[in-house]
């Protein structure tokens, strides 16, 4: 279990990183601590694996990607590891990620493709599959978004 003065750490980053000149030090003191302590912390934290990463997060639709397409192709396991290695600095991809196929869906590697319409999307995913050497793929299109939310951790002891 987490010390208190982390999982404050935790809820204070919650809401995002403020647009501000300091923001680190406005989440120090949301997190009633300084920001030095703050800091510390957060890269003991890092440093353990409990977080990944603290970074931003685009709002895409916001920033004018309004297509949003998961595509799926079957790779063969022995490449899954290249495969997401490659996809995943693309530019466009936001997140890739494989599961086990079932018996009626043979499909086992996915990627998130983010881009302005439909037409880029399929010219990305191409593109990707071209330089990949990627066969056939299922395209999905989101048509409505139902959340756009933080993760929320340790709520259960401050009422929210």
């Given at each position: 279990?987490?010390?208190?003065?982390?999982?404050?750490?935790?809820?204070?980053?919650?809401?995002?990183?403020?647009?501000?000149?300091?923001?680190?030090?406005?989440?120090?003191?949301?997190?009633?601590?300084?920001?030095?302590?703050?800091?510390?912390?957060?890269?003991a934290l890092k440093e353990r694996g409990v977080l990944r990463r603290v970074g931003a997060v685009?709002?895409?639709?916001?920033?004018?990607?309004?297509?949003?397409?998961?595509?799926?192709?079957?790779?063969?396991?022995?490449?899954?590891d290249g495969v997401g290695e490659a996809v995943s600095r693309e530019a466009a991809v936001s997140?890739?990620?494989?599961?086990?196929?079932?018996?009626?869906?043979?499909?086992?590697?996915?990627?998130?493709?983010?881009?302005?319409?439909?037409?880029a999307c399929e010219e990305i995913a191409d593109r990707i599959a071209a330089e990949n050497q990627?066969?056939?793929?299922?395209?999905?299109?989101?048509?409505?978004?139902?959340?756009?939310?933080?993760?929320?951790?340790?709520?259960?002891?401050?009422?929210?």
């Amino acid at each position: 279990m987490l010390e208190e003065k982390d999982q404050r750490i935790i809820r204070a980053l919650a809401d995002g990183i403020p647009i501000v000149s300091h923001p680190f030090a406005e989440l120090a003191v949301k997190a009633g601590m300084g920001e030095d302590e703050f800091l510390s912390r957060l890269r003991a934290l890092k440093e353990r694996g409990v977080l990944r990463r603290v970074g931003a997060v685009l709002q895409h639709r916001k920033a004018g990607f309004s297509a949003n397409a998961l595509c799926a192709w079957q790779v063969a396991n022995t490449r899954l590891d290249g495969v997401g290695e490659a996809v995943s600095r693309e530019a466009a991809v936001s997140h890739c990620y494989s599961r086990e196929p079932a018996t009626d869906w043979p499909y086992n590697f996915y990627a998130m493709i983010h881009a302005p319409n439909r037409k880029a999307c399929e010219e990305i995913a191409d593109r990707i599959a071209a330089e990949n050497q990627l066969g056939e793929r299922k395209t999905f299109y989101s048509v409505r978004e139902w959340k756009k939310a933080t993760m929320r951790y340790f709520c259960e002891d401050n009422g929210e």
